[in-house]
């Protein structure tokens, strides 16, 4: 058993700074929790505190339902591997991650079959009497995780540890880091900026932004149903496209007029409540780039706009169509497609565009809170 529990934790550094703030998060035992936002948002500090790093100003903070505030670093029981490797230049792989049970006064063959048992796991057994310095960045950090693994911790923390990564290196670290929480069964705690990276890993994520959490759930549950629109656009590449606009009904219809464009969309009668919903009919609707189409592709749920297009990127499988729907003095929308095209538009042209008309989110325009839990959405 490894959970993990933040209540309430704050932290503000000497210069004022509220890095984290009302911080209340469970870690579930053997969950792989990511926490992701951008740079700044306050992920390495809170990691650093259940680390014990970086002491904390209030809260509690409980491993195994222990309060661990005033805990050293070194009594939690729990390893964490850095960005960095943070590998001792002059040891070879195997005193590399030897040192910490060598400290920790591990009799030599305990250590010797730990190393060994780590180095197997990770491929690094032909890798064991070299120098950091004679190593591929990949290696390096597959020696920071076994220094981690060796010690088996209760809790693994991870701060941004493929970050220094080529993209190759990074997918198949990605992978390795999976599959190592699978057979290790190890509650694991991992921070980084990439959305990517939370998404394909994590059990659970946690998006942050300004030393406040914003959303924890399920990869696919945060994609298709975030709370607000920062979640909804942190999550997702290419990014959910805004539109502001008003809705309004005219004639037994729900239209959505975009703000400063000449888009007016009519909408299906489930979103009727967002009349009311909205300030003065202002709302921010949000579409997925999947969800906008540019062939009349079967789907039965399309409506139809129009839009420049200004640049398309051919990806193999699927093409990344930039789109305005800016016109004569209309400022419009910078809006990206993506989909399966057999020809690609040529830049300059007008295309019709259709909005899956199921998939449409809708947001406060002011805060930018999520409506969806207030209107009732066909499935
Ligand atoms: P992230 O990991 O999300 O990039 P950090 O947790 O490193 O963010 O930083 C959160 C905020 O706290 C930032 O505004 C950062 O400048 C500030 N900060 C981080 N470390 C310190 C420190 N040692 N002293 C003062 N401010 C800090």
Redesign the pocket.
Known sequence: MAEVILKEICKQ???G?F??KDISLTIRDKEFMVLV??????????L?MIAGLEPITSGNLYIDGERMNEVQPKDRDIAMVFQNYALYPHMTVYENMAFGLQLRKFSKEEIRHRVYEAAEILGLTEYLERKPKALSGGQRQRVAVGRAIVRKPKVFLFDEPLSNLDAKMRVQMRTEISRLHKKLEATMIY?T?DQVEAMTMGDRITV?KD?LIQQTEAPLELYHHPVNRFVAGFIGSPAMNFIEGIISRSEGKILFSEANGPLQLELPESYSGLAELSDDGVILAGIRPEDIHMTRNGNECLVWGKALVEVCEPMGNEVFAHLTTATGNLKGHSLISRSYLETIPRHGTVADIGFDCRKFHFFDQKTGVSLANLVMQES
């Open positions: 550094y000497d210069n700074i890095a984290a936002g951008p740079s700044g948002c306050g992920k390495s500090t809170t650093r921070v900026h942050m030393g």
